[in-house]
């Protein structure tokens, strides 16, 4: 047995946090998945807003055709931002299954995106903004799963 071995601070009982800190974890997962939820909110309902308002002139840089398209997606992202507020005020119990499907609807945009610029139909110009928010999106559903892990006390 070396010196280090038997030092008292080194012992397998003073690898694991202290109590009150464990006790707190879900509190702050908690806390920090509503603040993620409240930001994809925020900016899916910025995007939605942009997106109406002018949809004529992101459906011609972007590509997008018709407009009515761009119009829809827009509505599509409103009504997903009032959603996600809603999601990020429910009480835990409700909180955690709808965050997974918060999660979910941001992966299946990612998906969708990265179909859409492989197909080919978007400007290039789209095809950059695309790819951008879908890299923005996949890192909110990552974030959200990564607090939703720890709120379900899997994570360290």
Same mark, same amino acid.
């Given at each position: 047995?070396?010196?280090?071995?038997?030092?008292?601070?080194?012992?397998?009982?003073?690898?694991?946090?202290?109590? %009150?800190?464990?006790?707190?974890?879900?509190?702050?997962?908690?806390?920090?998945?509503?603040?993620?939820?409240?930001?994809?909110?925020? =900016?899916?309902?910025?995007?939605?807003?942009?997106?109406?308002?002018?949809?004529?002139?992101? =459906?011609?840089?972007?590509?997008?055709?018709?407009?009515?398209?761009?119009?829809?997606?827009?509505?599509?992202?409103?009504?997903?931002?009032?959603?996600?507020?809603?999601?990020?005020?429910?009480?835990?119990?409700?909180?955690?299954?709808?965050?997974?499907?918060? =999660? %979910?609807?941001?992966?299946?945009?990612?998906?969708?995106?990265?179909?859409?610029?492989?197909?080919?139909?978007?400007?290039?110009?789209?095809?950059?903004?695309?790819?951008?928010? %879908?890299?923005?999106?996949?890192?909110?559903?990552?974030?959200?799963?990564?607090?939703?892990?720890?709120?379900?006390?899997?994570?360290?």
């Amino acid at each position: 047995m070396s010196i280090i071995d038997s030092s008292p601070n080194l012992t397998r009982q003073h690898d694991a946090p202290p109590a %009150a800190s464990r006790s707190t974890a879900p509190a702050v997962a908690e806390r920090r998945l509503r603040q993620v939820l409240r930001a994809n909110a925020m =900016s899916s309902g910025l995007f939605g807003l942009v997106g109406l308002a002018g949809a004529g002139y992101w =459906s011609d840089r972007l590509g997008l055709e018709p407009v009515a398209l761009t119009a829809a997606l827009a509505i599509g992202l409103l009504v997903f931002a009032a959603d996600v507020w809603w999601i990020a005020s429910q009480p835990v119990q409700r909180l955690r299954p709808l965050a997974l499907a918060v =999660s %979910a609807a941001d992966l299946a945009w990612v998906a969708a995106s990265i179909t859409v610029v492989a197909i080919g139909v978007l400007t290039p110009i789209g095809a950059v903004v695309a790819i951008v928010v %879908a890299v923005l999106v996949a890192d909110f559903a990552l974030t959200q799963l990564w607090f939703h892990r720890r709120l379900a006390g899997n994570g360290r």
